[in-house]
């Protein structure tokens, strides 16, 4: 499932063109678009062709609380229209140019394409760069699933649990600038919230018929086993409790020290069965995690580029046991062990499976939000160390695409997802208003 938003459509015109077929045109797009899932219509239902139906149908869409409008040029017309609708409604819009009828004999019959560019250069003008624009017979789905991103985002409620993890100041946040740029506040909460947390025998016993069911889990002690149950539920109750979207979580130094073992785990458990949980306090690059499942990318997870072969043009997406188990390649032993933190770093160990992926990364730095988009190839691997990893050759050559994430201060955490999204993604940056590193 995706994101549900709520779109308004319109459709403009002019007498002085076939405003009759593009009303017949109008109808079957309209049954099209109601056939879109995880999308509820406002549908201004008559042509808009004076300057008083665009106030009609701009109150229609702003009483109705939309979060975004597609204003389809049926034919050309009147340029107060699209500015109209702009002026009331103040939201992201799709510009939608129907395709050019055959000639019949007579005139040019839409002209809507002329339409649209005069619609996209008074915006321009006006100073709106937030607008897409398509031309042909279907709506453009990535301009929805940008959309969806965007509304996604603005309604999170995500948690930092602690702080970012010790050192990582590139992780750090201005909460303050994120609600300006963004439109969400962090609820902050601290470690203690869930060391402390008293969980149910039930809980506690279900979440173990699980891990064993996923892990092999021979190497650990009984104790450490309980732990790792205890914590997931732990956390299980808290996010639901909170009804958070996401949750960035501190999960080292003190975890090990004082809770006993650290959350990756528990963490990779939660995470497979759709628990957005961001690791080292990483607020963006969970918000990021957000925003990739909002279009329908299953389990998102943060990784690093950890080890690069210039020679063999390939990374290591490695993180120290925390994706999510159900990216499991199906061959490898999949495990949990304690390979660090004295014993007490229980993480999951596998190789994630094979696939296309994309990397993304909503990051700011020096006063700006920037969105990383990268693409490539997760590849087939032994299990060579422990943790969780990919070896992935990207549509870049390793070597640049390393200099390009250093050169421009990307943080070392990066979203990866198995699937095509970029476009939403490059589509909601300019709806923002963000600079794109691709």
């Known amino acids: 499932m ?13 007498k002085t063109f076939d405003h ?17 899932a995880d999308v509820e219509w406002v549908i201004c239902e008559p042509l808009v062709i004076e300057v008083e139906d665009a106030e009609v149908a701009a109150n229609q869409l702003d009483s109705s609380q939309v979060d975004g409008v597609i204003i389809i040029s049926g034919t050309f017309h009147l340029g107060h229209l699209a500015l109209t609708i702009d ?27 002329c339409g649209l560019n005069l619609n996209a250069s008074n915006l321009y003008k006006s100073g709106n760069d937030t607008y897409h624009t398509i031309i042909g017979d279907s709506v453009d789905h990535d301009w929805i699933d940008a959309i969806r991103i965007k509304a996604a985002v603005e309604h999170a409620r995500l948690g930092l649990l602690g702080h970012h993890a010790h050192g990582f100041f590139n992780l750090g946040i201005d909460e303050l600038r994120l609600f300006k740029d963004l439109g969400i506040l962090i609820d902050q909460y601290p470690l203690a919230a869930i060391w402390d947390r008293k969980v149910s025998d039930t809980t506690i016993n279900q979440c ?95 990784a690093d580029l950890s080890q690069v072969n210039v020679e063999e043009n390939y990374a290591l997406m490695w993180h120290c046991g925390v994706a999510p188990c159900n990216l499991w390649d199906g061959s490898c032993n999949c495990s949990l062990d304690t390979y660090f933190a004295g014993g007490k770093g229980v993480t999951a160990d596998f190789v994630l499976k094979a696939g296309p992926i994309n990397c993304f990364r909503m990051d700011s730095a020096r006063g700006k939000t920037r969105v990383y988009m990268a693409a490539g190839e997760a590849l087939h691997m032994e299990k060579l160390l422990r943790g969780t990893y990919a070896k992935v050759r990207f549509e870049k050559h390793i070597e640049q695409a390393l200099n390009q994430v250093i050169d421009t201060g990307v943080a070392h955490h990066v979203v990866m997802v198995y699937g095509e999204f970029r476009k939403p993604f490059d ?8 600079e794109t590193i691709k």
């Open 20 to 36: 009759r077929a593009a009303l017949d045109i109008y109808q079957k797009r309209k049954e099209e678009l109601k056939a879109i």
């Open 87 to 113: 002026k009331i409604v103040a939201k992201p819009i799709l510009l939608w140019a129907f395709n050019e009828l055959p000639y019949d004999g007579g005139k040019i019959r839409l002209n809507a394409v």
């Open 2 to 14: 995706k994101q549900f938003i709520k779109l308004g459509v319109l459709c403009l015109a002019r």
């Open 208 to 302: 173990l018929e699980d891990i064993k069911e996923q892990f092999d889990v021979s190497t650990l002690s009984k104790d450490t086993l309980e732990k790792v149950a205890r914590l997931t539920g732990s956390m299980k109750d808290f996010v639901d409790e909170h009804k958070l979207t996401g949750l960035a979580i501190r999960c080292w130094p003190e975890f090990a020290e004082r809770y006993g073992i650290s959350p990756c785990a528990a963490m990779s458990v939660l995470q497979s069965q759709g628990y957005i949980l961001g690791c080292e306090g990483d607020v963006e690059g969970t918000l990021t995690m957000i925003a990739a499942k909002a279009i329908g990318a299953q389990t998102p997870f943060l």
């Open 427 to 434: 589509i909601y940056s300019k709806i923002m208003g963000f």
